[in-house]
């Protein structure tokens, strides 16, 4: 009976929460969300210094703050909330107790102590050598220290999750396989061992190295290594967010998956292939073969493509057929229109899935050839893309989850209730215009990493047409917008979270899963179906989709072309070069 009085049923979802995975789960999301207001923050200082007109910041604090803005975006904001995730999709759908709770508090405390590590090194001032920390540049030892704590500590809470899978499966908390949504985290975490091992094998020597242990580290060997854990810790986000795309059509919709067979390759394509697409970072490397590169971005990747197209189509699919089931029949786009646009967690879902599948999908697609690459290589293309990738798509992902896991996981009612419904759209609209005008900028060959674009003071100047520099303003116009919907998401959750009126559990069957998140109900999305989220539902034939999801079947056709015109300019675009040689 002790162990009994450890569980909680949510009335208003159905979840079934163990009390130790609860607590950790909510510690992972405030330290995401500390990580996150670190990361917006600095990120201001970035997008006015590359704003020409503003260019806010010197040299050196720019490079403090790029560095510092992307270690807490790209590692810690993501993985923390990925934690989360994985308790929550482990513990709390499949209802079974976490395995070695304390355990998982020192992975947490290790991950606490190497972020602060981290950014200690770099607001000390002798660590600014970026994301990428490039050896033969060096930082401080406790920089090196930092990421590798944090990445042990990560490493030890997949390990956690892998526990409590075989706890629930030996206690038969669930039959049959686990559901769709685990799946997906099993995946991300499979990714993420993958990722942290290499992480180690560079990150360690390289600790060694600045301490003065080992006299040298080969700078090719070093990128190489690298990119297998710089790259595919955000292919770790990358199966997380899609997880969480089908949780919340689930959520949202009651949406049945159309077929689960379908969507489970998926995921395990993304085992198998998609941590290759690191090579796109090193196609312009000397000491790889061509075979290696050709056979990497080509052949092999685009197997991760497929994986991420299916997962584009089965999503928005699986809500067609949801609306169309309650009425929303006439026409193409009736169930879109119709869709509870003003219920944030499904706005934010859904722009990430438009913005990760037509910004990201297909620049990433374009910038992992290896030709196009020579294109945009180095350029503001890059960030541009992982901006669309890793902030449009995971990011604003992962916000959409938190409205749902406020009321539900804090039991705390949502604050500023009028303000929720327009932060998804602010947020990400601001970023899609970042990430869009940071690749115009890079095809028009603005450089990635120098703080000026116009070169001042060196005998060469460089002048990049005007249309760069209303790119680089509009990036920076655009950064503005996406800094207030940041700041509009950390005040309604920070807020929610510790000021929030908190809901008595007597009362908490009067609050929809959908009432909850805005504090006001939404009429066009269904109560919270934990059976659909944590369930297993054969759903709808995927050969049928064009009779089934006639709407979805348009819209992937828009995709298609958008896909081939853009790689057709972009092939078109390199032709122009080729008298050159």
Request: net charge positive; proline share 5%.
């Amino acid at each position: 009976m002790a162990v009994n009085r450890m569980f909680r049923t949510c009335p208003a979802s159905g979840l079934v929460f163990h009390e130790p995975a609860e607590n950790l789960m909510k510690a992972n999301a405030v330290a995401a969300a500390v990580s996150l207001l670190v990361g917006g923050i600095l990120a201001i200082g970035v997008t006015l210094t590359r704003w020409q007109a503003v260019h806010m910041l010197p040299p050196d604090s720019f490079y403090l703050f790029l560095t510092a803005h992307g270690l807490n975006m790209l590692v810690f904001w993501i993985i923390f909330f990925e934690m989360a995730i994985l308790y929550f999709t482990s513990s709390t759908l499949l209802k079974c107790r976490l395995a070695a709770p304390g355990i998982g508090w020192v992975a947490f405390w290790m991950m606490v102590v190497g972020a602060l590590m981290n950014n200690y090194a770099v607001f000390r001032g002798d660590s600014s050598v970026m994301f990428t920390a490039y050896a033969p540049m060096g930082a401080h030892p406790t920089f090196y220290l930092g990421l590798i704590l944090f990445a042990v500590g990560a490493l030890i809470s997949c390990f956690v999750f892998f526990a409590t899978l075989v706890v629930a499966k030996s206690e038969k908390t669930y039959n049959g396989s686990v559901p769709l949504v685990t799946f997906g985290a099993i995946t991300a975490a499979i990714i993420a061992v993958f990722t942290i091992a290499s992480g180690a094998i560079i990150l360690v020597p390289t600790f060694l190295w600045s301490v003065g242990f080992i006299d040298h580290i080969d700078s090719l060997v070093y990128r190489t290594v690298f990119w297998a854990f710089g790259h595919s810790s955000q292919q770790i986000n990358v199966s997380a967010h899609v997880a969480v795309w089908y949780a919340i059509a689930a959520i949202v919709f009651g949406a049945k998956p159309l077929s689960e067979k379908v969507s489970r390759t998926a995921f395990f394509l993304y085992i198998c292939f998609l941590q290759l697409a690191s090579a796109h970072h090193l196609l312009a490397d000397p000491g790889l073969t061509s075979n290696w590169k050709i056979f990497n971005t080509s052949y092999a990747m685009y197997l991760a493509v497929l994986a991420s197209m299916v997962h584009g189509l089965t999503v928005p699919g699986s809500i067609e057929v949801a609306q169309r089931q309650k009425g929303y029949t006439n026409g193409l786009f009736e169930w879109l229109r119709k869709a509870p646009w003003g219920n944030p967690a499904f706005s934010g879902m859904f722009l990430s899935l438009i913005g990760f599948g037509f910004l990201g999908g297909i620049s990433g697609v374009m910038m992992g050839t290896e030709q196009l690459n020579l294109l945009i290589h180095n350029t503001l293309y890059v960030p541009g893309h992982f901006h669309a990738t890793v902030v449009v798509g995971t990011t604003l992902a992962f916000m959409s989850l938190t409205y749902f896991l406020i009321p539900v996981l804090f039991r705390r009612q949502m604050m500023f209730a009028g303000m929720a419904p327009w932060q998804p759209y602010v947020f990400g609209l601001g970023m899609m215009g970042v990430s869009l005008f940071l690749m115009g900028a890079g095809t028009l060959g603005v450089p990635r990493r120098h703080w000026d674009i116009a070169f001042a003071g060196n005998p060469l100047p460089y002048e990049f047409p005007g249309s760069a520099w209303l790119m680089m303003a509009l990036a920076g116009i655009s950064s503005i917008f996406a800094f207030v919907g940041g700041a509009m998401y950390l005040a309604i959750t920070v807020g929610s979270v510790f000021f929030g009126k908190k809901i008595e559990t007597p009362g908490f069957k009067e609050i929809s899963a959908q009432q909850g998140m805005v504090g006001r109900p939404q009429p066009a999305a269904a109560p919270a179906d934990t059976t659909v989220i944590a369930g297993h539902q054969g759903g709808v034939g995927a050969g049928g989709m064009c009779m089934v999801a006639p709407g979805t079947f348009v819209l992937a056709i828009v995709f298609l072309v958008s896909f081939v015109l853009y790689y057709f300019i972009n092939w078109k675009y390199l032709s122009t070069v080729w008298p050159l040689r």
